[in-house]
C-alpha cells in the first residue's frame, strides 16, 4: 500500500531579536514602560527619527527609553512590530532589521542586541517614520495613470496642468513652503513635498538649477562615490562616473528638476523675511526678474547649504593689496594665472583642488596651513571606509542605498567614533609611505582628536580635512610650496605671516571655509532670529571647533528649532537624500494638520 505524505513544515524559529520586538511590542501595548525601558542594555541607544518624537532625536540608556516613551508612547501607540528579513548574529550582535506601525504612520528601523546578565539587550535601536497613513505617496502600486480615458470636454492635459501651476503658485496661489535655495539639498526636499502633495516653491539666486555647480572652479568634482550620491527617487544611471565633474553634476541637477516637476523659481533673490506668530506664517520678499514679490509660506526652509555661506577673513592690507583676491567660492579657475604667483590660504578640500589645479596650469603655487589637516587618499576611503556601504561590492552583497542610509543612521553619534578608528587605522598602515613623505615635506597631518577620521570630522565641525585626489602628492613632492603660520597682513604686493615670512603674490585665494547656516537667517530674517536658533552643525562633541555640551545630533539640521516654522536642510548629496524624507514628513504633517509634538527639543548652546 502506498501511503503519501504531506511534507512535514520547516521549524519555525523564535531567535533572540523575535522575541525582543515580541516583548518590546507587549510591554509598550499594556503601557509598562519600566518594563519596555528594562528591554535596553545599562549602556544603550534609541534614536528616533520622526516616529515617536517629531524630531531627529537620541536617548540614552534604560532612564532615556522611559523618558522618551513616557512623554510620547500614549499618543503614538506603536504596534505591528516585525521582523522585516531573517536576523543575524556575529561576533555577539543579534542585527535584525523590522517594521512597525504607530497611530498615524509606518516605520521602519534596525535593532541591534548584545547579552547582558544572561539576556539578550537592546544596544542600539533605530525608529524611522517613512510614511503617513493616508497620505501615502503615489508609487509603486498607487502611481498615477497619467492618461485619462475616455471622453472629457473639460479635459486638462499634463501640459496645461503644469502651465497653470507655473502661472499660480508664488502668485495667486501661496505655497505651504517657501525652500531658499536651489542646489541639492533644495530640490531633494521639493521633490520630497511634491510627491507628498505640500504645495511648495524652491527659489534661487542663479539662472539655472545647477548653476551653484558650474559656477565654481573648474576641476571641482565630487569626492564621494556615485553610490553614496543618489538623489530621492532618480537615481544616477549604473554608467555615471565614480566622482562625477561639477558640470555634469550641474546638469543632472536640472534635469532632475523638470523631471521630477519641481516648482522652481530661478534668478530669485530672497530679500528679507519675517514671522507673524498671530498669524501663524512668514512675509518672504523676493526679487524675481526685476519685480518685487511677496510671498506668505507658512513654513520656511533655508536649505543654502552647510557650507554655503563664506568665511572671508578681515585681514590688514586687503584694501591695498594690488592683485586679485577672492574666497574660494568664487574661484574663476585656474586659467587665467598662468605665470601667476598665487598664495592659497588654506588646507582641506578646496585649498588642494585649487592648488593642484593651478599647478597644472604653470602657477606658482604656495599653500599656506594655518592649522593640521586630516588628509585621506580617495582609493584607499572608498574601500574601507565606504566600501561595505556604498560600492559595487556592496551591491552585489545586496546592500542597497536606502538600507545602506539605515546603517549608516543606527550607529549613535555617542560611539560613532569608536566603530570610525580601526577603519582609519587601516588606512594609516595602507597609506603610512604617502604620510611619512607628507609629513618630511612639512605638512602638518592629523586623524581627528580622537583617531576617528575623516566622518566624525565632517559631523563634528564640517572642516578640517582633505580626500586626495592627487593634489596632496604635489605638497609632498614639493611642486606646491608650504608655509606654516597665520597671516598677519597684506602687502600691496605679498602676503605676510605673523613669523614675518612675506610670500609674494599676484593672486590670493581664501579657502578659508564657511559659517553655520545661521549667518543666513541673520542676513535675511534678523540677528535676533539667528541667535534664537543658535548653531548649526555640529554634536556638541568637545572636540576642536564641536563646542560641548553633548547634544546627539547635528544641531538644528532637518528637525524643528527654537524659532516657529523655520527649518534648516543642508550637508552633502548623502544627507540630503536621507533626510529630506524626515524634513518633508515632519512639514506634510503640518499641512495636513496632525498633531505633531515635539519631543526634546534641542536647546541654544551657542550662537554661531
Same mark, same amino acid.
Given at each position: ?7 512535514? &513544515? ?21 503601557r509598562?514602560? &519600566?518594563?519596555a ?7 544603550s541607544?534609541?534614536?528616533d527619527?520622526?516616529?515617536? =518624537? ?19 508612547? #500614549? ?14 548574529t ?13 497611530? +498615524? ?10 547579552? #547582558? ?13 517613512y ?19 475616455? %471622453? ?13 501651476? $507655473? ?11 517657501? %525652500? ?5 539639498? /533644495? ?5 520630497r ?10 527659489i534661487?539666486?542663479?539662472e539655472?538649477p ?7 572652479y573648474? !576641476? ?11 538623489l ?17 553634476i ?10 521630477m #516637476? ?17 498669524d501663524g506664517e ?17 513654513q ?6 552647510m557650507s554655503?555661506?563664506?568665511n ?17 567660492? *568664487? ?14 590660504i ?7 583642488? +585649487? ?13 599656506v596651513?594655518? !592649522? =593640521? ?11 574601507? /571606509? ?9 551591491l ?10 539605515? %546603517?549608516? $543612521? @543606527?550607529?549613535?553619534?555617542r560611539?560613532?567614533?569608536?566603530f ?19 609629513? *618630511? ?10 583617531g @576617528? ?31 606654516q603660520?597665520?597671516?598677519s ?29 545661521n549667518?543666513? $537667517? ?6 535676533e %532670529?539667528?541667535?534664537?536658533?543658535? *548653531? ?16 546627539g ?22 544627507? @540630503?537624500?536621507?533626510?529630506s ?8 504633517a503640518?499641512?495636513e ?13 551657542h550662537?554661531s
Amino acid at each position: 500500500m502506498t501511503q503519501t505524505l504531506e511534507p512535514t &513544515p520547516p521549524a519555525v524559529h523564535s531567535g533572540p531579536a523575535q522575541t525582543w520586538l515580541a516583548d518590546f511590542e507587549a510591554a509598550l501595548k499594556e503601557r509598562d514602560i &519600566p518594563r519596555a525601558a528594562g528591554l535596553f542594555a545599562t549602556k544603550s541607544f534609541w534614536r528616533d527619527l520622526v516616529a515617536f =518624537s517629531w524630531n531627529l532625536t537620541t536617548v540614552e540608556d534604560p532612564a532615556g527609553v522611559a523618558d522618551l516613551l513616557s512623554a510620547t508612547l #500614549e499618543r503614538v501607540d506603536p504596534s505591528g512590530f516585525a521582523l522585516e528579513e531573517p536576523e543575524a548574529t556575529d561576533a555577539g550582535v543579534t542585527t535584525a532589521w523590522f517594521t512597525f506601525e504607530t497611530a +498615524i504612520g509606518r516605520g521602519r528601523g534596525l535593532l541591534r542586541l548584545k547579552v #547582558e546578565d544572561d539576556r539578550p539587550k537592546a544596544w542600539t535601536f533605530l525608529t524611522t517614520l517613512y510614511e503617513l497613513k493616508g497620505h501615502e505617496e503615489p508609487r509603486g502600486v498607487r502611481r498615477p495613470k497619467g492618461a485619462e480615458h475616455g %471622453v472629457n470636454r473639460d479635459r486638462v492635459t499634463w501640459a496645461e496642468k503644469r502651465q497653470a501651476e $507655473a502661472e499660480t503658485l508664488g502668485l495667486t496661489e501661496q505655497p505651504y513652503a517657501v %525652500v531658499i535655495g536651489g542646489g541639492q539639498g /533644495g530640490i531633494a526636499l521639493g521633490a520630497r513635498l511634491r510627491q507628498l502633495g505640500v504645495p511648495s516653491l524652491v527659489i534661487d539666486r542663479y539662472e539655472r538649477p545647477g548653476d551653484q555647480w558650474r559656477g565654481r572652479y573648474k !576641476s571641482l568634482c565630487l569626492h564621494d562615490p556615485v553610490w553614496y550620491d543618489h538623489l530621492p527617487y532618480l537615481k544616477f544611471p549604473d554608467n555615471w562616473p565614480v566622482f562625477a565633474p561639477k558640470d555634469k553634476i550641474g546638469d543632472w541637477l536640472e534635469s532632475y528638476v523638470k523631471v521630477m #516637476e519641481v516648482p522652481y523659481w530661478s534668478s530669485t533673490t530672497a530679500t528679507s523675511a519675517s514671522y507673524s506668530e498671530e498669524d501663524g506664517e512668514w512675509t518672504v520678499t523676493v526679487s524675481r526678474g526685476g519685480e518685487e514679490i511677496t510671498l506668505h509660506p507658512k513654513q520656511l526652509i533655508l536649505a543654502t547649504g552647510m557650507s554655503g555661506k563664506p568665511n572671508i577673513p578681515d585681514l590688514p592690507g586687503m584694501d591695498i593689496f594690488e592683485g586679485e583676491q577672492h574666497h574660494s567660492s *568664487k574661484h574663476p579657475g585656474p586659467d587665467a594665472y598662468e605665470g601667476k604667483r598665487v598664495v592659497v590660504i588654506g588646507s582641506n578640500n578646496s585649498a588642494f583642488d +585649487i592648488c593642484g589645479a593651478l599647478f597644472e596650469h604653470g602657477a606658482d603655487v604656495t599653500m599656506v596651513q594655518r !592649522s =593640521s589637516t586630516h588628509i585621506v587618499k580617495s582609493d584607499t576611503l572608498m574601500d574601507i /571606509g565606504l566600501g561595505d556601504l556604498y560600492s559595487e561590492r556592496a551591491l552585489a552583497s545586496g546592500m542597497t542605498t536606502e538600507k545602506a542610509d539605515l %546603517v549608516f $543612521a @543606527s550607529l549613535p553619534y555617542r560611539i560613532m567614533h569608536e566603530f570610525q578608528i580601526p577603519l582609519y587605522q587601516q588606512m594609516a598602515e595602507r597609506d603610512a609611505d604617502f604620510y611619512a613623505r607628507l609629513e *618630511k615635506a612639512g605638512f602638518r597631518h592629523d586623524w581627528g582628536d580622537d583617531g @576617528s577620521g575623516l566622518f566624525m570630522k565632517y559631523l563634528r565641525r564640517g572642516s578640517g580635512y582633505y580626500i586626495d585626489v592627487g593634489s596632496a602628492e604635489l605638497v609632498a613632492d614639493g611642486h606646491v610650496k608650504l608655509a606654516q603660520g597665520q597671516v598677519s597682513h597684506l602687502t600691496e604686493t605679498s602676503v605676510v605671516l605673523e613669523d614675518g615670512t612675506e610670500l609674494p603674490a599676484d593672486l590670493v585665494v581664501y579657502a578659508t571655509g564657511y559659517g553655520s547656516m545661521n549667518g543666513w $537667517a541673520a542676513d535675511l530674517i534678523s540677528q535676533e %532670529v539667528a541667535d534664537r536658533v543658535g *548653531k548649526c552643525w555640529g554634536l556638541g562633541s568637545s572636540t576642536t571647533k564641536d563646542p560641548g555640551p553633548w547634544e546627539g545630533e547635528q544641531r538644528n539640521m532637518w528637525k524643528p528649532t527654537q524659532q516657529e516654522a523655520l527649518w534648516f536642510h543642508g550637508g552633502n548629496l548623502h544627507q @540630503s537624500r536621507h533626510y529630506s524624507l524626515y524634513l518633508a514628513l515632519q512639514l506634510k504633517a503640518r499641512f495636513e494638520e496632525i498633531a505633531t509634538p515635539v519631543y526634546n527639543l534641542a536647546p541654544v548652546h551657542h550662537l554661531s
